[in-house]
């Protein structure tokens, strides 16, 4: 005759033989050699400065044509593609520099000096393409800059920079987890933005929540949180008072590619720089969209 506690451990373990597993979904990024995807990512930004107690306002919206030609595809799933920039434009209003609009499509040249110069930065990454080395889990293994293309970053007086193209094209691919997750499991992706003062890095956890109702996606949601490394040396010294912000992913299961992507931040900062403070206030959305 089995104990009593034999009997429960026993009923215990057949119980558990019945209940419900959690479902897991495999989430990874699938290629074909040959294909092309076209994302478009639009950011806008909205910026409250307090200048030695003046107060000003800014509006900046960018938009970015992003081009993925797909090369060879290994057995393990690893792509190897060129990605290219086709189209930017960036619209302002407010702040120092006023109003000004710029589009890389349009041959007449700006006449706004900033827009001047953001024309003659832009124009040396424009349609000139890179090749990149992408994992299944969307992490980017390799990324090659050609040597004309390099050269041309270099006359571009630091504005922009081979690590400053890499970041770009790192941002622009979500890293999933290697291994099937349940619904509600979460993982993390940390993201390092070289900036003219400093290095910021955006630590994100992401969560499965299951399938949108709407689209059939896989939903994912962003929670990033922020902090900023002040360069050493330089004239300007920033300080991240406030941070916060979320976000949400739609992956496409079944083509393997992000569908759509939308990020809100908004970070309250304190720049110093030869005995002046400034004050300011930025939030930003950023959206990416497959075409």
Known sequence: MLSGSLRRLLLGLALASFAPVSAQEKLAWKFTSGESLKYVVEQSTEMQMSI???????????????????????????????????RVQVESDGGLVGGFKYDSSESEAPTNAVAKSMADVFSRIINKPFAVTMQPSGKIGKVDVPKELLEALAGSGGAMSEDTLKQLMTQSAVTLPKDGISKGESWENVQNVDMPVGVMTINSKLTYLGNDAKTGFAEIEMKPTISIKGKEGSPQQITLKKSEGGGKVLFDQKAGR??????????ELSIKQFGQQIDQQVKQKTLMKLQ
């Open 52 to 86: 030695a107690g003046q107060k000003q306002s800014m509006q900046l919206k960018q938009t970015l044509d992003m081009d993925w030609k797909i090369g060879e595809v290994a057995s393990s799933g690893d792509a190897s593609m060129t990605q290219t920039i086709g």
């Open 258 to 267: 992000v569908a759509q992507s939308d990020v809100d931040l908004t970070m």
